[in-house]
């Protein structure tokens, strides 16, 4: 082999990818020395020698048993059906965990209930309060209700939800009261009647009849109507639709009734436009019900509305909990079919990837085919058998461990290319060197004591990085984790058995036909030279013309890329790039935004990504509900607790943002109303209270008259009888508030139940609500308010409080996986590498990839959220690899060249192992998971550019950074050291170099004719 002007003559045996057997031969003194680093490598090593007779011994049973294991697993995973959590990517300890329990406690306490939102849009974009539109909205309404049957098996016979609904059943009628009135007035308006003053088309609060209803929780994207807007024009554009053009403009104005009802909008409400609608239907659980039932009824609706639904005027969308996790199981099986697209581009990468080096190597045969797309099939059965055994032993099939397939094909494949390389090695070395005990299992012995300990040590690395992600973030990421964990044990499992046991069948093949050809070679010589037999081993198979062709092309290639790292010039710029990369990386994880919503769990083309777009447009800034469960409001009769209670709920309404009393729903103000009407005289003779907070009748309004909801009577309720509650949720005119009250059976002598729990609600406004962090900071007031009142034992829930709550926890969870992973790391390295200087460099180059994957991804629009936290997490498992290669080898090559050893001797040595490996690695790596591009879901989108940073950071480092920080640390300790201290070593280094080498040359194989790397 040839090296760069300056070498000092570095011709060790050629050492493994990572460390084995040749290596410590090479690199460790026979005698003296550190032999004792080595020897738990030689202790593994040993045990791959004899695994290697064994597995030649037994290939066909042990192929046999892995391919039955792995079909009794894939019937396994086919016949397990896919279930998602909403709850899933919250994080460990987070608050919203407790919360979302209080809420599922409150309204699931007897099973599973129906929730089920309906949210309607123009399709011209317009406004929603148009009469045509109104009236569809209000036909949606009514199809539900009588249309949509529940089958009660109590009484045999299938209900509708009008006949099942006991709470919230007039939780609609708002929608209803407001398009009647509409009708009304503008009937009266067309006739020059005067209009009726007892019904009032207000925002937020309407009258119809001297009864008042809040449009807040089901009118959003609100515009009213200004004191100057009184012109024509603009009215009959807004109830055109906004995409009106001056033509259609045109035709509306000769629609004296559509142009009635524009020019007049003002007259009959203070509305000028409503971009959503939202309708709810919510049912508590009935006894017969089964949770299928309720999921198949609540996707009926969907199935109807959004899927079936003619309409040239609305569009519909609807959200339930069944449909959600009906999404999230769609885009996690719309990721499998492309796993096959995967699969083929790693078979043929695999295919002509071995079948280049076999040609090079002179060893080609259609067995090579075999083993290279038997090496991408052994991580997909390891793969199926990991997911089974977690399926048998009670986890459920989430969405997100569809993508673990992509991670164990991009990865496990190159523990398989390592034994495919070593064994054509051992082949050529056979060849050359025949002997009479070579044998399959003599071969098999030598791969597996060579690449066994650097497929061990990637396993571990890649085992320790998912067993931290496992106990860090959420449920969801344990899920990813574990799953990907075990796929990579067993796949280290599978390669030393199934596919181990392949390549020795594949071997008995190979040494037959080369011993047919010896045999035929020898016989052709006796024949026509008169040859001796027992000279026929040097009858050596001759260099292909590809290898003659390609191997000095390799070499000058080799030679002039060291020489240019080496040149003071480029090493010093890479070194200056090194350090913008982390100043651009370091900046980016500055800007990253922290987020995850429900839609990033849905394919794109799901209707929900649509919708939560529309409602973080139209109504998180018009209405954000805050929902408070009080857990122990005691006994309110006493005057104290019900001060303190109203005193908790005004503190809502007094937070920024708040839409106040008008925006609130608390039972207790109305219960008063209640009282004061119905049971007035016997208040004035069971009065409770005195003092200032004795209640004065006077104080009342005349109930003919609308509510004041500044009226300090009304915002602070003094009169609550616990005997009154049953007769006032059963009330007609205040039914609605028994989806908000929970009674239980008292020991009062007349029996009636007392009040248990309760909630009430409080709306907030504002368009910073848009804003992510935002609504996270409107979050923690609430939950600042809450804690002030523990006595009431309250919990506060928010629709998107299971995500929020990653705010706080990302940034933590992030840097202590990063930090536990790389602890990992450090200690698997130390003991295989026993090499503080290796360790080091390749903990500093895992944290700045890390920083790499992070910044980049950041400035290339993703979110760090759980999901980009464990794909990052299982890139580290892989990331140390290349970069302890290249610190070892380099470091290794110093201690044998010694002093004198100049960095190009060091660098060659290294990169003539690590380079071709590497760059394969990377090359299939990145066309697997790229087939997840073709797949349109936030998961796949991370994955992809999480695992393509990842690897081309690591070969960046690997092949280009780290060769040049290493360079110049040797400039800068040459430079530092003193003159007389280089001479006396130089000459030390003389005297013993020469010591070393004859007891190398004595390890040293013969020369070949056919290597496998190219010269340098």
């Known amino acids: 082999m040839e090296y760069p002007v300056g070498?000092?003559?570095?011709?060790?045996?050629?050492?493994?990818?990572?460390?084995?057997?040749?290596?410590?031969?090479?690199?460790?003194?026979?005698?003296?020395?550190?032999?004792?680093?080595?020897?738990?490598?030689?202790?593994?090593?040993?045990?791959?020698?004899?695994?290697?007779?064994?597995?030649a011994k037994y290939a066909w049973w042990m192929i046999f048993i892995c391919l039955t294991i792995s079909g009794l697993s894939l019937w396994k995973i086919v016949t397990t059906p896919q279930q998602n959590d909403i709850t899933g990517y919250t994080p460990y300890g987070a608050r919203a965990n407790d919360e979302y329990e209080q809420y599922q406690k409150f309204f699931s306490a007897e099973g599973l209930p129906i929730a089920t939102y309906i949210f309607a849009v123009a399709k011209d974009n317009g406004s929603m309060i148009r009469e045509s539109h109104l009236q569809e909205v209000v036909e949606v309404m009514n199809f539900v209700y009588n249309n949509i049957t529940m089958y009660n098996s109590e009484e045999g016979k299938y209900e509708n939800f009008q006949v099942f609904c006991k709470s919230f059943c007039q939780i609609n009628e708002p929608v209803r009261q407001y398009y009647n009135g509409y009708i009304i007035l503008k009937d009266q308006l067309a006739n020059g009647e005067e209009l009726n003053s007892r019904i009032k088309l207000q925002y937020p609060i309407t009258e119809m009849m001297g009864q008042q209803f809040s449009l807040q929780p089901n009118f959003f994207g609100i515009e009213k109507f200004g004191n100057d807007e009184m012109a024509k024009d603009k009215a009959v554009k807004l109830l055109a639709g906004d995409e009106a053009s001056t033509q259609s403009t045109a035709i509306i104005q000769t629609n004296s009734s559509i142009d009635d009802e524009a020019a007049n909008a003002h007259l009959l409400t203070n509305l000028k436009s409503v971009k959503m609608i939202a309708l709810q239907f919510r049912a508590e659980h009935r006894k017969g019900w089964t949770d299928q039932e309720i999921k198949e009824w609540e996707l009926k609706v969907v199935d109807i509305f959004q899927k079936k639904h003619p309409s040239n005027r609305i569009k519909l969308f609807v959200m339930s909990q069944s449909y959600i996790e009906t999404e999230m199981v769609r885009g996690g099986k719309i990721m499998l079919p492309f796993l096959v697209v995967g699969f083929t581009i790693m078979c043929a990468v695999s295919v002509v990837t071995v079948?280049?080096?076999?040609?090079?190597?002179?060893?080609?045969?259609?067995?090579?085919?075999?083993?290279?797309?038997?090496?991408?099939?052994?991580?997909?059965?390891?793969?199926?058998?990991?997911?089974?055994?977690?399926?048998?032993?009670?986890?459920?099939?989430?969405?997100?461990?569809?993508?673990?397939?992509?991670?164990?094909?991009?990865?496990?494949?190159?523990?398989?290319?390592?034994?495919?390389?070593?064994?054509?090695?051992?082949?050529?070395?056979?060849?050359?060197?025949?002997?009479?005990?070579?044998?399959?299992?003599?071969?098999?012995?030598?791969?597996?004591?060579?690449?066994?300990?650097?497929?061990?040590?990637?396993?571990?690395?890649?085992?320790?990085?998912?067993?931290?992600?496992?106990?860090?973030?959420?449920?969801?990421?344990?899920?990813?984790?574990?799953?990907?964990?075990?796929?990579?044990?067993?796949?280290?499992?599978?390669?030393?058995?199934?596919?181990?046991?392949?390549?020795?069948?594949?071997?008995r093949y190979e040494i037959d036909?080369?011993?047919?050809?010896?045999?035929?070679?020898?016989?052709?010589?006796?024949?026509?030279?008169?040859?001796?037999?027992?000279?026929?081993?040097?009858?050596?198979?001759?260099?292909?013309?590809?290898?003659?062709?390609?191997?000095?092309i390799a070499s000058t290639f080799f030679t002039r890329y060291v020489n240019i790292i080496c040149a003071p010039v480029t090493y010093f710029s890479i070194v200056g790039i090194y350090f913008l990369y982390l100043a651009i990386s370091v900046w980016g994880i500055t800007q990253i935004n922290?987020?995850?919503?429900?839609?990033?769990?849905?394919?794109?083309?799901?209707?929900?990504?649509?919708?939560?777009?529309?409602?973080?447009?139209?109504?998180?800034?018009?209405?954000?509900?805050?929902?408070?469960?009080?857990?122990?409001?005691?006994?309110?009769?006493?005057?104290?607790?019900?001060?303190?209670?109203?005193?908790?709920?005004?503190?809502?309404?007094?937070l920024p943002g708040s839409w106040g009393p008008v925006g609130t729903k608390y039972f207790a103000r109305d219960f008063q109303r209640f009282l004061k009407k119905y049971s007035k005289e016997e208040e004035d003779e069971d009065g409770v209270g005195g003092g200032d907070d004795q209640y004065d009748d006077s104080d009342y309004e005349d109930d003919d008259k609308p509510?004041?909801?500044?009226?300090?009577?009304?915002?602070?309720?003094?009169?609550?009888?616990?005997?009154?509650?049953?007769?006032?949720?059963?009330?007609?005119?205040?039914?609605?508030?028994?989806?908000?009250?929970?009674?239980?059976?008292?020991?009062?002598?007349?029996?009636?139940?007392?009040?248990?729990?309760?909630?009430?609600?409080?709306?907030?406004?504002?368009?910073?609500?848009?804003?992510?962090?935002?609504?996270?900071?409107?979050?923690?007031?609430?939950r600042d308010v809450v804690d002030k009142y523990p006595e009431f034992q309250p919990s506060v829930y928010h629709e998107d409080g299971v995500y929020l709550d990653l705010i706080d926890n990302m940034p933590t969870d992030t840097w202590q996986s990063v930090l536990g992973t790389l602890v990992c790391m450090a200690a698997v390295c130390f003991i295989f590498l026993n090499s503080w200087f290796t360790v080091a460099i390749a903990s500093l180059s895992v944290l700045s990839i890390c920083c790499g994957i992070l910044g980049i991804l950041s400035w290339w629009g993703i979110d760090l959220d759980p999901i980009t936290m464990a794909a990052m997490i299982i890139s580290i498992g892989f990331s140390v690899d290349i970069p302890a290669h290249v610190a070892y080898h380099y470091y290794q090559a110093a201690i044998q060249g010694g002093p004198n050893a100049t960095p190009a001797d060091r660098l060659a040595n290294c990169l003539s192992s690590v380079a071709f490996p590497a760059l394969q690695a990377a090359f299939s790596t990145i066309l697997c998971v790229l087939s997840l591009c073709f797949v349109h879901i936030y998961m796949a989108e991370v994955f992809v550019k999480t695992m393509i940073l990842c690897v081309l950071l690591c070969n960046f480092h690997g092949l280009l950074f780290l060769p040049a920080i290493l360079i110049t640390l040797d400039e800068l300790r040459g430079l530092c050291r003193p003159k007389s201290v280089t001479q006396q070593s130089s000459t030390a280094s003389r005297s013993t170099h020469s010591r070393e080498n004859k007891q190398r040359g004595r390890n040293a194989p013969e020369t070949s004719k056919v290597t496998d790397r190219p010269e340098v």
């Open 513 to 552: 036909e080369d011993k047919s050809e010896t045999q035929m070679a020898v016989n052709i010589a006796e024949q026509r030279v008169n040859i001796a037999r027992h000279r026929r081993s040097t009858l050596q198979r001759q260099p292909s013309k590809f290898h003659e062709v390609t191997k000095p």
């Open 355 to 507: 079948s280049v080096r076999a040609w090079y190597m002179n060893q080609t045969n259609c067995y090579k085919i075999v083993l290279a797309v038997m090496a991408c099939l052994t991580p997909i059965l390891a793969c199926t058998t990991a997911l089974a055994l977690m399926f048998i032993v009670g986890v459920r099939f989430a969405s997100i461990l569809c993508v673990i397939p992509f991670l164990v094909l991009s990865i496990g494949v190159d523990s398989s290319y390592l034994m495919l390389h070593e064994w054509q090695r051992v082949t050529k070395h056979a060849r050359e060197n025949p002997k009479k005990k070579d044998s399959v299992g003599h071969r098999m012995s030598e791969v597996l004591s060579e690449v066994g300990p650097a497929i061990l040590i990637s396993c571990l690395t890649n085992m320790f990085a998912d067993f931290v992600g496992s106990f860090t973030s959420s449920y969801e990421i344990t899920l990813l984790c574990t799953g990907n964990m075990l796929s990579m044990w067993f796949a280290f499992i599978y390669q030393l058995t199934f596919y181990a046991g392949l390549m020795s069948i594949v071997g």
């Open 594 to 654: 922290i987020n995850l919503t429900a839609s990033k769990l849905f394919a794109a083309d799901s209707p929900l990504v649509q919708l939560d777009n529309y409602r973080v447009k139209y109504q998180v800034p018009y209405y954000s509900m805050a929902t408070v469960f009080v857990s122990n409001p005691g006994n309110l009769s006493e005057p104290e607790r019900l001060k303190k209670m109203n005193q908790f709920v005004q503190d809502f309404e007094h």
């Open 707 to 782: 509510i004041n909801f500044t009226d300090p009577s009304y915002v602070n309720p003094m009169k609550y009888k616990e005997k009154d509650m049953a007769f006032f949720i059963n009330w007609p005119e205040y039914e609605y508030w028994k989806g908000f009250i929970k009674l239980k059976n008292s020991t009062r002598a007349d029996g009636l139940p007392i009040l248990d729990r309760f909630f009430f609600t409080a709306g907030f406004r504002g368009d910073q609500l848009k804003i992510w962090i935002n609504r996270g900071k409107m979050l923690q007031q609430w």
């Open 7 to 55: 070498a000092q003559g570095l011709k060790p045996r050629r050492p493994s990818i990572l460390i084995g057997q040749r290596s410590l031969d090479a690199y460790q003194p026979e005698e003296g020395g550190n032999a004792g680093g080595t020897r738990f490598v030689r202790w593994v090593i040993s045990i791959y020698s004899r695994w290697g007779f064994i597995i």
